[in-house]
């Protein structure tokens, strides 16, 4: 499978829109496209799926390990591979060239040619450059011009671009190519997906045979480390509430334990099980639902009783005593954990996390270290006996430079985890 990375010059350049434009044309074109996004992401995901009808491989060399970025490529069933960089090419602590570094992939650059022409290849070249300084083993192998005009505008980028920069087309400004925004980003895939026809019209004006020339395979991954499948179930919540959960988390559970889901925003009961997992999403904006409902009164009295429960960052919302959203209404949720948690206008986290245990619990032995990552627009205001099972080396956390709220054999984490960082074989393990 052969693959290649779309990477910005900044954030907000149009990436997601340009990344579904390329699949819609490959799919155009005949062949089998396999979306993955480069970092941390649940929602631009969601929209590859949307197009693909299959899932998108999160690349995350911080997340998993080299290793585990490539295995998680190779996890891939299409026949052509397009990542979807984040922020700017260079940015982050884990940039899109790192993803395309550790998959030996080449990049095309998606520049926002809305307001110029020759210095779009001013720009590419620049980035170009930029590689070896940068210390970057990478190849800026072509460029896609983001909301440009055909005719004298397209021109005038092509002609501009030197030899070693292909013009791959462009993207034009097409009304219907918008994608709807909230705090945490851009509406998901299922809410908001863009039209295929509209996509196909885009894709028009892209040179998919010539993305496919300068698309390269990857060096194959090292095999993950043999674990036996067990005889536990774990139940993991599974609606709109609870949306943001990476496919090889999924597959790994399902590797190592049987596994159910169930929709708490519906009322569904907990199913029969030995560990539910409660992946991120979008509480706050199901909070009267989950309030109303039985789902999370039962899932507190299980809790109580002993059922092990892991929930991560939504899933540490819902564990909570209380949710308070932005309009000061207070929800009670599961009541599990000792904490109330409250909605704000702005942005409380948004890093790669590093965690040291300070003592054994359901996803890391004692001094163990875990790399995940954090985005919340929530506080949690913890009671003041409140139990931590870590000690945060990087990142924010819950509070007071801690992570991982423990009561009963209930954690609630604002880290979210790869699969390839050994947190769920572990919780499987604990059950």
Same mark, same amino acid.
């Given at each position: ?12 350049? =149009? ?47 911080? @997340? ?25 090419? #260079? ?52 460029? @896609? ?30 009304? =219907? ?7 945490? =980003? ?90 539910? #997992? ?125 992570? =991982? ?27």
């Amino acid at each position: 499978m052969r693959g290649v990375v779309l990477a910005g010059t900044s954030s907000g350049v =149009g990436k997601t829109v340009a990344t579904l434009a390329v699949l819609q044309g490959l799919k155009e074109a005949g062949y089998e496209p396999q979306p993955a996004k480069a970092g941390p992401d649940f929602i631009d995901p969601s929209h590859h799926t949307a197009v693909c009808s299959r899932p998108s491989r999160s690349l995350d060399p911080w @997340l998993s390990g080299e290793e585990g970025c490539r295995r998680n490529y190779w996890r891939g069933t299409g026949d052509v591979c397009v990542v979807e960089g984040m922020m700017g090419l #260079y940015d982050g602590t884990n940039s899109t060239a790192a993803v395309a570094e550790t998959l030996s992939l080449p990049v095309v650059l998606v520049v926002d040619a809305k307001a110029g022409m020759e210095s779009v290849a001013a720009t590419a070249l620049g980035f170009s450059a930029y590689a070896d300084r940068a210390g970057r083993d990478i190849e800026v192998a072509g460029v @896609l011009a983001q909301r440009a005009h055909g005719g004298r505008h397209e021109d005038g980028i092509r002609e501009a671009l030197p030899d070693e920069l292909a013009y791959l087309g462009r993207v034009p400004p097409l009304s =219907g190519l918008e994608i709807p925004d909230r705090h945490l =980003g851009l509406q998901m895939g299922t809410e908001a997906p863009i039209a295929d026809e509209t996509l196909a019209d885009a894709a028009a004006h892209i040179d998919i045979e010539r993305l496919v020339d300068i698309a390269a395979e990857p060096p194959r991954p090292e095999p993950s480390p043999e674990r036996p499948a067990t005889d536990v179930t774990v139940a993991v919540a599974d609606d709109s509430a609870f949306c943001f959960r990476y496919p090889a988390t999924i597959e790994r559970l399902r590797e190592r334990a049987a596994v159910t889901t169930f929709a708490p925003v519906a009322g569904d009961p907990v199913p029969d099980c030995d560990g539910v #997992y409660l992946p991120g999403g979008y509480p706050e904006l199901h909070a009267e639902a989950l309030a109303d409902g039985d789902t999370l009164d039962e899932l507190g009295r299980r809790a109580a009783d002993g059922l092990p429960v892991f929930g991560e960052c939504g899933g540490l919302m819902a564990l909570s005593e209380t949710l308070t959203d932005t309009d000061d209404r207070t929800y009670a949720m599961a009541g599990v954990l000792p904490a109330d948690v409250r909605m704000c206008e702005r942005y409380q986290a948004l890093d790669h996390v590093e965690l040291r245990a300070t003592d054994e619990s359901a996803i890391a032995s004692t001094d163990e270290h875990l790399r995940g990552h954090e985005f919340h627009y929530s506080t949690a205001d913890v009671a003041a006996d409140g139990t931590f099972a870590f000690e945060l080396e990087r990142g924010d956390g819950i509070a007071d430079g801690r992570e =991982g709220l423990v009561e009963h054999r209930t954690l609630g984490t604002y880290a979210h985890f790869h699969a390839d960082s050994g947190v769920f074989d572990r919780f499987v393990e604990s059950l």
